[in-house]
């Protein structure tokens, strides 16, 4: 035990001249924590949604009626606004897709697509074969959350005139109230 004495008289020699701060003069963090919070908005946005257990583009939706699904598949459908994300961050990606889908349904479209790109290695160097394409993976999660997949009857990848993998061929509901 003459070590835990030795600590504790060092302790007490360290600590010596310490005082308690008044409460006056303490400073509060809460601000520092709000304005950490507000920084990453889209990130607690993003964690809290909740996909469901089948992708919308499996094709086996009860939704749709042969007739459309077929004409979906052979995108018959015009285009009628496109989102390109080429260029943006996975937390402005977010926010641009998350107001897109809504005003593009509000408006009364029925075919949209986004752009998502394919992904690019940073450095030739780099594996061939390492994972990329960020956004290309997440879009179609965020289409598969419960606010955006009311709106959205089914959405895939395009043929490669429209953008193959790197794109988003997306069916949505009619809006009745138009």
Request: glycine content about 6%; aromatic content about 10%; some cysteine.
């Amino acid at each position: 035990m003459p070590e835990n004495s030795e600590d504790e008289a060092f302790w007490f020699e360290t600590v010596k001249g310490v005082q308690k701060t008044p409460a006056n003069r303490v400073v509060s963090t809460v601000k520092q924590q709000n304005r950490k919070q507000t920084e990453k908005v889209y990130y607690a946005v993003k964690q809290e949604f909740s996909t469901y257990s089948k992708f919308l583009d499996d094709f086996e939706n009860g939704g749709i009626d042969k007739s459309t699904l077929k004409k979906f598949k052979r995108e018959e459908f015009k285009v009628e606004a496109v989102l390109d994300l080429h260029g943006f961050k996975e937390d402005e990606a977010f926010a641009k897709v998350d107001s897109f889908i809504p005003q593009s349904y509000a408006l009364g479209r029925r075919c949209v697509m986004i752009v998502t790109g394919k992904g690019t290695r940073v450095h030739p160097d780099e594996d061939i074969f390492a994972a990329r394409g960020v956004l290309r993976k997440q879009v179609p999660q965020w289409l598969n959350m419960a606010r955006l997949r009311a709106m959205i009857l089914i959405f895939k990848h395009p043929s490669e005139k429209l953008g193959g993998e790197g794109a988003l061929y997306i069916l949505l509901r009619r809006n009745k109230e138009l």
